[in-house]
């Protein structure tokens, strides 16, 4: 330590000389010490564990944390014609607590803002908005990503990538480094290794290099990865706030940073690598000595070899009772696979104490896992195990859609032919619950409107946001649920899926649920996004009226909601249907706007029913709410003539209807 002071002396003279314009110029080996915002500007999650900034916590919520330098960085001197060069160097660590939950990764960031605009939790590190909407506020980004997200173009779940302003990389490369042969040696960063990463910015060349190596390998010569491009002059402003960012879903993974060094007046100062504090996934044996660990190996191997063959005649003794074992299949698919055992504890043996529920697709029950996340164990029955398997291989795909509007599946279990889906648990249980009957507390107005633009948002993301379409087929009320914000969360997606699997090959049935059902399926068409956008009108008007698609308790005519509405929309008394309990609450226009855009939902040609992208913007961003009610009342008047009437020109304006992209 002794030693560094006249060494730091001479650099703050020496840049005091070269600058005094506010160089930057720091070295933390620790955060140790660092106790308040003097030093460090944390925000969110972010949080010093000791020596560490933790930049997540613990929680099973969307969430993200930020840890930037107090002072600015200057990059535009007003005296100079080029930007600013830096350097900078620190070490990071990222440990999931499942190992095979989505991964999210760290980003190293330059940022004018502390709090980027519209930034989100999840796969966006809590800095860019989605990949539809740019960001604002200029950002510059280098992401150690840990999971692959197809959407983004992410080359695998292990990689390195420059981000100007947008989640999509302008360029990416596999963990790793180059060593001194020129050979490729690959680094997993999501192991809790302690990582050493270096990134050099040449401001006159517009250049970036990134390294990464394990610590205790000195740094390569070469960088992972190299990007020179003009453009990146677009993304600086002239100061900008420099740090990292990470965020996460309800999957834990701590990511940590465990030194830093900064330079903009030259090569950021060596970190000194010793001593720092070992990540890893617990029950892992450390710092033993080699002839212990050799001793416990043998020990081990030996231990093993007993052990395995005598599992191997007790399994194929099991074997020949039973037809339960773990198919090869079964262990391909994310998410997480819970043993039957795990959830049996979870739900006290299945207790009927703790059934939430049981609908068409079997039992649901409510568990709690020995971490204290509560979850929703759905049971589900099928009659054969290849529909099982060619359904277990569509919801792998579909665990990992992720979005603050859907119920997130966490894992799943098989048994026989019983498919165990665990879900996240929803405290306030379905919408159904809220509305209907006789319910313990009505929902309200503002609530109710509030849910309907939270499923639009998550059905859109199931329409739009994903590479390939993904169609949910049953929506209900009933499989809307309510989190413990009230927020609405679509349920069960995918899972209507499982039953066209039928047992007879091509026997596809007609999925979902009466009252629901788009009227094009009673033919043989195939469900298709409009047909999802028909059932969500009918909850609109569910939720709006406050009745049943179905009522039998009413008068013939009236037993049909959506025809039940047209008919008084078309003697112009449309808002006789809203709910009366609810009468003191909402403003007129408002209530008539919602039952018209329900009426359009449930266009008897599904051509001419708005998508979901259009009724995010209605429902959504309630200003612009006006406009499109009327062009959608043209439209429901060409509905209340059944069709055919009211042409193209009525098709062209719903066009219009589509926010500009
Ligand atoms: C910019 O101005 C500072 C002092 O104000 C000076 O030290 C520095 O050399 C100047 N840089 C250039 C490129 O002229
Ligand atoms: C932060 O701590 C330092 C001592 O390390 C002290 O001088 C300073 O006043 C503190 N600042 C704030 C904002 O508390
Ligand atoms: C924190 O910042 C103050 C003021 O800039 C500085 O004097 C102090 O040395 C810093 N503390 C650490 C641990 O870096
Ligand atoms: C995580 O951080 C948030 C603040 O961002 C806080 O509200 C929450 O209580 C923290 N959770 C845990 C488990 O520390
Ligand atoms: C960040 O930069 C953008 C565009 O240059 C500007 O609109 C915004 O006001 C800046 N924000 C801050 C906090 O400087
Ligand atoms: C980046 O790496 C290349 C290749 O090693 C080198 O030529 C270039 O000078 C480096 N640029 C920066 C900014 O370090
Ligand atoms: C940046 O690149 C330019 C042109 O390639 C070079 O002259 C300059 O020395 C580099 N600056 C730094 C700090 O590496
Ligand atoms: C690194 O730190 C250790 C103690 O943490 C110290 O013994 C060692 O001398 C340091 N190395 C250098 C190069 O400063
Ligand atoms: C992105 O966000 C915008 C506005 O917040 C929203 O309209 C759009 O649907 C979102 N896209 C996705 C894929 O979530």
């Known amino acids: 330590m002794r030693l560094f002071v006249p060494f730091l002396l001479i650099l703050v003279l020496f840049q005091r000389f070269l600058s005094p314009i506010s160089a930057l110029d720091f070295i933390y080996n620790s955060f140790n010490g660092i106790i308040n915002s003097t030093n460090l500007t944390l925000i969110n999650d972010a ?23 107090p002072t600015k960085l200057t ?10 060069s830096f350097s900078t160097s620190f070490v990071f660590s990222v440990l999931p607590e ?21 930034a989100l ?23 150690f990503d840990t999971g692959r997200n197809p959407e983004f173009n992410d080359p695998d779940d292990n990689h390195i990538g420059i981000d100007l302003n947008s989640v999509i990389s302008e360029k990416s490369q596999t963990a ?16 809790g290794e302690n990582i050493h990463a270096w990134i050099d910015f040449n401001g006159t ?68 690598t010793t001593n720092f504090p070992v990540f890893e996934a617990k029950s892992t044996a450390n710092s033993l000595s ?63 104490d703790d059934l939430l529920g049981s609908g068409g697709f079997g039992k649901v029950y409510k568990g709690t896992l020995p971490n204290n996340t509560e979850v929703a164990v759905k049971c589900v029955n099928h009659d054969s195990k290849q529909g099982l398997r060619e359904f277990m291989a569509e919801i792998s795909s579909m665990g990992r859609l992720q979005h603050k509007n859907l119920v997130q599946m966490r894992g799943w279990c098989r048994k026989g032919n019983q498919l165990m889906l665990v879900y996240e648990y929803m405290p306030n249980g379905s919408l159904n619950k809220w509305v209907f009957d006789k319910p313990t507390k009505l929902l309200g107005w503002e609530q109710r409107r509030r849910v309907l633009a939270d499923v639009a948002e998550g059905l859109n993301y199931l329409h739009h946001g994903w590479d390939q379409v993904v169609i949910h087929r049953d929506i209900k009320s009933s499989n809307i649920l309510l989190d413990s914000e009230m927020r609405g969360r679509l349920g069960d997606f995918g899972l209507a899926k499982l039953y066209e699997h039928g047992e007879a090959p091509n026997t596809t049935r007609v999925v979902g649920t009466l009252g629901y ?41 009236e037993s049909v909601l959506v025809d039940w509405v047209r008919d008084l929309y078309s003697k112009g008394k449309i808002c006789e249907a809203a709910d009366q309990r609810i009468r003191d609450e909402y403003k007129v226009e408002e209530m008539e706007m919602v039952l018209k855009l329900g009426l359009a939902c449930c266009h008897p040609d599904p051509q001419r029913r708005p998508t979901m992208k259009e009724m995010v913007a209605v429902l959504v961003a309630e200003k612009e709410a006006a406009v499109p009610a009327d062009l959608l009342l043209e439209l429901a008047r060409g509905d209340s003539n059944s069709g055919g009437v009211g042409g193209s020109g009525v098709a062209q304006e719903v066009e219009q209807l589509q926010p500009p992209v």
């Open 98 to 118: 499942i190992a095979t939950s989505p991964g999210f990764g760290l980003a190293f960031v330059l940022s004018n803002s502390t709090s980027p605009p519209g």
């Open 75 to 84: 990059m535009i001197r007003s005296n100079s014609s080029s930007i600013s």
């Open 121 to 143: 939790a999840s796969q966006y590190f809590g800095l860019f908005t989605n990949a539809t909407v740019p960001s604002v506020s200029p950002l510059l980004v280098v992401e």
């Open 176 to 191: 790793g480094y180059y060593d001194s042969s020129g050979g490729f040696v690959p680094v997993r960063m999501r192991t």
């Open 47 to 69: 949080k010093l564990d000791s020596s560490v900034i933790r930049l997540t916590n613990d929680s099973n919520q969307f969430s993200f944390g930020r840890a930037f330098y």
């Open 517 to 557: 059902l788009a009227p094009e399926l009673a033919k043989v068409t195939a469900p298709t996004s409009a047909s999802d956008v028909y059932s969500f009108g009918v909850v609109i008007l569910e939720v709006a009226c406050g009745r049943r698609p179905i009522e039998m308790a009413v008068e013939e005519d």
């Open 290 to 352: 080699g002839g212990e660990i050799a001793g416990i190996v043998i020990g081990c191997v030996a231990f093993l070899i007993i052990c395995a063959s005598g599992f191997y005649l007790f399994w194929r003794k099991r074997k020949e009772q039973e037809e339960d074992e773990i198919e090869d299949w079964e262990l391909q698919y994310w998410p997480h696979r819970f043993s039957i055992e795990e959830l049996n504890l979870a739900t006290n043996g299945f207790s009927n």
């Open 205 to 272: 060349s517009f250049e970036i290099n990134v390294t990464v190596a394990p610590i205790g390998v000195s740094r390569p010569s070469v960088p992972t990865l190299s990007y020179k491009d003009p453009k990146i002059g677009n993304y600086v402003s002239a100061e900008m706030f420099v740090g990292f960012s990470a965020s996460k879903t309800e999957w834990v993974e701590a990511q940590r940073v465990l030194a830093w060094s900064l330079s903009d007046i030259g090569t950021a100062r060596e970190i000194n």
